[in-house]
């Protein structure tokens, strides 16, 4: 079983993922003609949408008291992997545009 501490450390790790990948898209938009360099802005745009709501998600989870953490885990779970499935699958995208 997960603790409240390890899915906390796990999505903060992932929340520095998706910035190295917001980071990348910025980059690779640089160097993009005007046409990839719009979709790859858009993507950022939804990666960052998504890395904030990531950060909403983090300060609820470290709202909640340890005692209840049994209590709310599956709905917590539940949100962050969608938000992570969504999140993969932008990156997922630049990394096919990318080869």
């Known amino acids: 079983m997960t603790t409240r501490d390890e899915y906390r ?3 903060e790790q992932q929340l520095q993922q998706w910035s190295a990948w917001i980071d990348q898209l910025k980059g690779r938009a640089d160097k993009a ?4 360099k719009k979709a790859l802005l858009e993507e950022r745009q939804e990666l960052e949408k998504l890395q904030a709501l990531g950060k909403e998600h983090l300060a609820k989870l470290e709202k909640t008291a340890t005692s ?10 539940e949100q962050w992997n969608r938000l992570s499935g969504a999140a ?4 997922a ?3 096919s545009t990318a080869q």
Do not use: H, N, S
């Open 9 to 11: 450390e796990k999505m």
């Open 33 to 36: 003609g005007e046409e990839t």
């Open 68 to 77: 209840v953490w049994d209590d709310v885990k599956a709905e917590l779970a």
């Open 88 to 91: 993969d699958a932008i990156w």
């Open 93 to 95: 995208r630049f990394r």
